[in-house]
């Protein structure tokens, strides 16, 4: 049966492992951002490993929601499509609206409705 480690002989092992814990006080938000949404977690217990000169956060607890990104696309977006499918910028926003902003995808579309 493994025996309890105290917090004193916890720090001396990471210690000994090259691994140094802090805690970071008063953090109220941690917000996270993809593509498509933004995932926000108020009230966070954050702490930071460093380990072989990196740093890592550690995000725990909290109230967690997410929020939905509009994924407008921008307007050098819808001309770089142009260029590629030759077609107007219009027609490769419009492509680019119903591929959810996939480039690749949308530049295929038009490429394939043109013949």
């Known amino acids: 049966m493994p025996r309890k480690m105290s917090p004193r002989d916890q720090q001396r092992m990471m210690a000994r492992m090259g691994l140094k814990v802090d805690q970071l006080d008063e953090v109220s938000r941690v917000i996270m951002e993809t593509p498509?949404?933004?995932i926000i977690i108020d009230n966070p217990e954050v702490a930071t490993v460093s380990v072989?000169?990196?740093k890592i956060y550690q995000v725990g607890g909290g109230t967690v929601r997410e929020e939905a990104l509009s994924t407008q696309p921008s307007l050098d977006d819808a001309k770089l499509v142009a260029s590629q499918a030759g077609v107007t910028?219009?027609?490769a926003l419009s492509a680019l609206n119903e591929?959810?902003?996939d480039l690749a995808q949308a530049i295929i579309f038009l490429k394939q409705k043109k013949r």
């Open 52 to 54: 072989q000169g990196q």
């Open 89 to 91: 910028a219009e027609e």
């Open 36 to 38: 498509t949404k933004r």
């Open 99 to 101: 591929s959810g902003g």
